[in-house]
């Protein structure tokens, strides 16, 4: 079990899909929100965020995407697998449609889920999400090759000790970041660590992004230096309804770095009418 806020407590939940258990955390009443986490994440990301919701008559489900966090280790790994992940998890529970969010890597997959399956998706939001592959960092791009990855899994000690290095220029509060990062770590194999970033570096949904029928708001730190913030602009210009902001003292992990702020946008747009 997990402790969200004031010691409010969610319980831990899974469910199973064709391709093996999705474990997820549910957390407050009211509309339904989906929020899906970063590469090597996992739901525990979304703890601040799903306690402030809660707040505001939300009700959160956070996912862990195959092959990281407590969810199954067998997949592709891909996003476009994660998708119908996501979709077999919203049937199974009962989500006709919902409000989705998703960080980096989560959100790449919420705007391919509103794509693919727009009936699922009511808003869509994305924090720090590369819109096309390019738009990752170059150290990102290298872990997508598979003989950089077994070196990093082979050599006892060496990826978290470069991912510690690393998460120092990632946020503002660094030592709160690498403490979920350690974690997740170690529950995340070669496969997944691999695989996943490769497909997403292959990413690219400019083609389709006027295909969005819903409202969509994008999130981005000037300071990224994981996802370019120049994708923000790829957004602006390919879906009609949208809001973008610009975090000036923010990286990669907004949500961390200046929570208040990150709070009060992603609350105004949920709130606001359709």
């Known amino acids: 079990m997990s402790r969200c806020g004031a010691g409010a407590i969610i319980a831990m939940s899974s469910i199973v899909t064709d ?3 999705v474990h997820y955390e549910t957390f407050g009443r009211g509309k339904p929100v989906v929020l899906l986490h970063c590469w090597l994440g996992s739901w525990n990301y979304w703890l601040s965020t799903m306690e402030f919701l809660a707040q505001h008559q939300y009700k959160t489900y956070a996912l862990d995407f195959w092959g990281f966090g407590e969810s199954a280790k067998q997949g592709a790994f891909s996003v476009d697998e994660y998708v119908e992940m996501v979709d077999q998890f919203m049937d199974r529970m009962g989500l006709g449609s919902a409000q989705v969010m998703g960080h980096s890597m989560g959100g790449t997959v919420s705007l391919a889920l509103m794509l693919s399956h727009p009936q699922r998706v009511s808003k869509v939001a994305v924090v720090g999400s590369p819109i096309v592959g390019s738009g990752l960092s170059l150290l990102l791009k290298c872990a997508g090759n598979a003989q950089v990855a077994r070196l990093l899994y082979c050599v006892p000690g060496l990826l978290p000790a470069l991912i510690r290095l690393l998460s120092t220029t990632y946020a503002q509060d660094w030592r709160t970041l690498w403490d979920m990062l350690s974690q997740d770590l170690s529950r995340t194999t070669m496969e997944s ?12 949904l400019r083609p389709r992004l006027h295909e969005c029928r819903v409202p969509a708001m994008g999130i981005y730190g000037r300071k990224d230096n994981i996802v370019s913030p120049k994708q923000a602009e790829l957004l602006r210009r390919g879906v009609n309804n949208q809001t973008i902001h610009y975090f000036d003292g923010s990286g990669h992990f907004p949500m961390l770095d200046e929570m208040h702020r990150f709070h009060e946008a992603i609350l105004g747009f949920l709130a606001k009418d359709l």
Do not use: C, Y
């Open 19 to 21: 391709r093996g258990i």
């Open 193 to 204: 660590f691999s695989r996943s970033i490769r497909d997403l570096r292959r990413a690219d």
